[in-house]
T-cell receptor, first 117, second 112 residues
Framework: DADVTQTPRNRITKTGKRIMLECSQT?????MYWYRQDPGLGLRLIYY???????NKGEISDGYSVSRQAQAKFSLSLESAIPNQTALYFC????????????????FGPGTRLTVL | DQQVKQNSPSLSVQEGRISILNCDYT??????FLWYKKYPAEGPTFLIS?????DKNEDGRFTVFLNKSAKHLSLHIVPSQPGDSAVYFC???????????FGSGTRLLVRP
């Protein structure tokens, strides 16, 4: 079974709709992250959370919100989707204790491909 | 302004030869660097990393070299195999921030 799962894997929605992307992990990691990938731009950080009570904005948080429902769950919401939010979205986790094999090594989910029409 | 740059969007190499992927950075506060590999329809997976106190780290066929004065790192794959064909991302972090800054990626094709 995958350690980091994302649902849905693919989603097509319309401008103005609210949409939620969900991430779950079984790695027991404290830290969780949301990234988006656009062609030619690599991965950019949207939000990150170091524990259930901690939420931080990344470099491109405008138009997004997050919720850390539990240590294992971190969801990303688009309150009113717009076409330039069409992208590949990745959730990632890391171990705050650095015991997972590498300093700040992050483990990624399989991604959600979101299309906003 | 991109702090981590991968200037070659693609690279094609013959099987068995060396693949060299390059990465440049601008932030002198970066002290840890990672390479990730990504196959289509999958998330990036960690490949190899290096701390700024080292100039080389090796893991099997993969070696990462760091030149701090030039703010440059490279990933060497020897020998290259067709299964290495993927997109490779360079990433960097500074101190205890635990945030990764990614480059735009290089697509490697290893020809049989």
């Amino acid at each position: 079974d995958a350690d980091v799962t994302q649902t849905p894997r693919n989603r097509i929605t319309k401008t103005g709709k609210r949409i939620m992307l969900e991430c779950s992990q079984t790695k027991g990691h404290d830290r969780m992250y949301w990234y988006r990938q656009d062609p030619g731009l690599g991965l950019r950080l949207i939000y990150y959370s170091f524990d259930v009570k901690d939420i931080n904005k990344g470099e491109i948080s405008d138009g997004y919100s997050v919720s850390r429902q539990a240590q294992a769950k971190f969801s990303l919401s688009l309150e009113s989707a717009i076409p330039n939010q069409t992208a590949l979205y990745f959730c990632a986790t890391s171990d705050a204790r650095g015991a997972s094999g590498g300093y700040n090594e992050q483990f990624f989910g399989p991604g959600t491909r979101l299309t906003v029409l | 302004d991109q702090q981590v740059k991968q200037n070659s969007p693609s690279l094609s190499v013959q099987e068995g030869r060396i693949s060299i992927l390059n990465c440049d950075y601008t932030n002198s506060m970066f002290d840890y660097f990672l390479w990730y590999k990504k196959y289509p329809a999958e998330g990036p997976t960690f490949l190899i990393s290096i701390s700024s106190i080292k100039d080389k780290n090796e893991d099997g066929r993969f070696t990462v070299f760091l030149n701090k004065s030039a703010k440059h790192l490279s990933l060497h794959i020897v020998p290259s195999q067709p299964g290495d064909s993927a997109v490779y991302f360079c990433a960097a972090s500074a101190g205890s921030s635990y945030k990764l800054i990614f480059g735009s990626g290089t697509r490697l094709l290893v020809r049989p």
